[in-house]
């Protein structure tokens, strides 16, 4: 079993809908959770992280964490066609970060 | 800050040959970390520096490849006898603590042929 799993898509969502973005993972003790935005041919870029289990809102973007489910989401609202990329969980553990494959999100106008 | 800068962009060598990559981060952020990210994978973890000091490398990470940050700012991956399977997208990422998230550069893309 992979670290960190995500489906890996593509996830296509018209424009102006609610895009939601899942990943579990298999670490018990893991505590920070990320999500990373990546465009074709660009390197990651940090949207949010979320320490505690419940919601955290910034802008159109909502990270849902839950512990003992072991699993994190990213719900974009009002998703716009720039939104379109990959969009990378990531968990951190010890000295490292360990991230999933990724999901590939088409927002289509 | 300029965010962290990596060097080249690109990189072809023929297979067999050594190459050197560069990564200066952001100039505050004492962690600094190499990934290596292939074609619909995420970016997988090669190795950590807190300050000068490389506290961690990755089991996978094969002996032909080797790090340094001499002095606590820039670091150098390099790759020696070079093999296909080398070919990848070379991250590098800095960060000021643990559970802020990391910024990362533009990258450094290995072809070998």
């Known amino acids: 079993q992979k670290e960190v799993e995500q489906n890996s898509g593509p996830l296509s969502v018209p424009e102006g809908a609610i895009a939601s973005l899942n990943c579990t993972y298999s670490?018990?003790?893991?505590?920070?959770f990320f999500w990373y935005r990546q465009y074709s041919g660009k390197s990651p870029e940090l949207i949010m992280f979320?320490?505690?289990?419940g919601d955290k809102e910034d802008g159109r973007f909502t990270a849902q964490l839950n512990k003992a489910s072991q699993y994190v989401s990213l719900l974009i609202r009002d998703s716009q066609p720039s939104d379109s990329a990959t969009y990378l969980c990531?968990?951190?553990?010890?000295?490292?970060?360990?991230f999933g494959a990724g999901t590939r999100l088409t927002v289509k106008p | 800050d300029t965010g962290v800068s990596q060097d080249p962009r690109h990189k072809i060598t023929k297979r067999g040959q050594n190459v050197t990559f560069r990564c200066d981060p952001i100039?505050?952020?004492?962690?600094l970390y190499w990934y290596r990210q292939t074609l619909g994978q995420g970016p997988e973890f090669l190795t950590y520096?807190?300050?000068?000091?490389?506290?961690?490398k990755s089991r996978l990470l094969s002996d032909r490849f080797s790090a340094e940050r001499p002095k606590g700012s820039f670091s150098t991956l390099e790759i020696q006898r070079t093999e296909q399977g080398d070919s990848a997208m070379y991250l590098c990422?800095?960060?000021?603590?643990?559970?802020?998230?990391?910024?990362f550069g533009s990258g450094t893309r290995l072809t070998v042929v």
């Open positions: 990422a800095s960060s000021l603590a643990q559970g802020r998230g990391y910024t």
């Open positions: 520096f807190q300050n000068e000091a490389q506290l961690e």
């Open positions: 990531a968990l951190e553990g010890g000295n490292d970060m360990r």
């Open positions: 979320i320490y505690s289990n």
């Open positions: 670490d018990r003790g893991s505590q920070s």
């Open positions: 100039s505050e952020h004492n962690r």
